[in-house]
């Protein structure tokens, strides 16, 4: 499983940004895929998640601000990300696993990862 995350760069606050994951070596409409992101200095934290039968979720932090959606024929998932602010400065990372797990989404809980697209939000 590959999985290509991109367009990240330097934006105001207030843009907005759409993030990219291609995956290959498997089919995004029937896998968990998230989005984390790590801020310099800390560890990574939930972004979002999106999974056939459930739907999507999102940290509180960027809720009603961001959405995570798929191309199924293109199999990459996208993070559009709006009303962006200094704190979501970080590296954006996408993940996936095959199947849902009780009380997900903690970094540990998914094994393959995208190399991660710096986002940066000046003031």
């Known amino acids: 499983v590959q999985l290509q995350a991109s367009g990240g760069g330097l934006v105001q606050a207030g843009d907005s940004l759409r993030l990219s994951c291609a995956v290959s070596g498997r089919t995004v409409s029937t896998s968990v895929m998230a989005w984390f992101r790590q801020a310099a200095g800390k560890g990574r934290e939930f972004v979002a998640v999106m999974e056939r039968s459930r739907g999507t979720s999102y940290a509180g932090s960027v809720k009603d601000r961001f959405t995570i959606s798929r191309d199924n024929a293109k199999n990459t998932v996208y993070l559009e990300m709006n009303s962006l602010k200094p704190e979501d400065t970080a590296v954006y990372y996408c993940?996936?696993?095959?199947?849902?797990?009780?009380?997900?989404?903690?970094?540990?809980?998914?094994?393959?990862w995208g190399q991660g697209t710096q986002v940066t939000v000046s003031s």
């Open positions: 993940a996936s696993r095959l199947h849902w797990i009780v009380n997900c989404c903690r970094p540990p809980d998914f094994v393959s």
